[in-house]
């Protein structure tokens, strides 16, 4: 079975500065990996996604993401937010085997400060 | 090509009452998705259906009920709501069961009083 841990639940961080939120996951099997953002009151969308190759994967909006099958870390990275990437963000693990669902993980709130 | 699209888009129930939620894909996916959001406790899976004829339980299927109509609807049925089930609740498609991209809908927000 296969979970995910985001560390933080909120990450406050002044405009044009960089940010990292962080993901960790568990699985027994090769896995496939994702991060999804939340604007207010709106569904989530993809972000970024890792299936196999380059361990570094970009994505929308400037956002970035590393594997690390060493560390069982998938953290997200933006070297300058904006007022706009203020949202929430999930981060979710899938096996690569059966029919099993993505599991998401509990959120992290970004909050970009003027 | 609207996507994932839900409705109703906000509902009021009281305590014993019952709805469906309808969400309906024009993406021509084979699997969709029910989850419910709660403050603190991310997505749940509620429901999934993985092809068209078939549904399984997620991690919070009490008190829910799903019909997949044909392959481009997903219901979700609340029989007898209770407070506990004040949620805002997402459907999802992907093209392929398992760890493939979703594609979410805008959401439902439901309150039971």
């Known amino acids: 079975a296969q979970s995910v841990t985001q560390l933080d639940s909120q990450v406050p961080v002044f405009e044009e500065a960089p940010v990292e939120l962080r993901c960790n996951y568990s699985s027994s099997v090769s896995v496939y990996l994702f991060w999804y953002v939340q604007y207010p009151n709106q569904g989530l969308q993809l972000l970024l996604k890792y299936l196999s190759g380059s361990t570094l994967v970009k994505g929308i909006n400037g956002f970035e993401a590393e594997f690390n099958k060493s560390q069982t870390s998938f953290h997200l990275r933006k070297p300058s937010v904006h007022i706009s990437d203020t949202a929430e963000y999930f981060c979710?693990?899938?096996?690569?085997?059966?029919?099993?669902?993505?599991?998401f993980g509990k959120g992290t709130r970004l909050s970009v400060i003027a | 090509n609207a996507g994932v699209t839900q409705t109703p888009k906000f509902q009021v129930l009281k305590t014993g009452q019952s709805m469906t939620l309808q969400c309906a894909q024009d993406?021509?996916?084979?699997?969709m998705y029910w989850y419910r959001q709660d403050p603190g406790m991310g997505l749940r899976l509620i429901y999934y259906s993985a092809s068209e004829g078939t549904t399984d339980k997620g991690e919070v299927p009490n008190g829910y009920n799903v019909s997949r109509l044909n392959k481009r609807e997903f219901s979700l049925r609340l029989e007898s709501a209770a407070p506990s089930q004040t949620s805002v609740y997402f459907c999802?498609?992907?093209?392929?069961?398992?760890?493939?991209?979703?594609?979410f809908g805008p959401g439902t927000r439901l309150t039971v009083l």
């Open positions: 999802a498609s992907s093209a392929q069961r398992g760890p493939d991209t979703q594609y």
């Open positions: 979710a693990v899938g096996g690569n085997s059966g029919n099993t669902p993505l599991v």
């Open positions: 993406m021509n996916h084979n699997s």
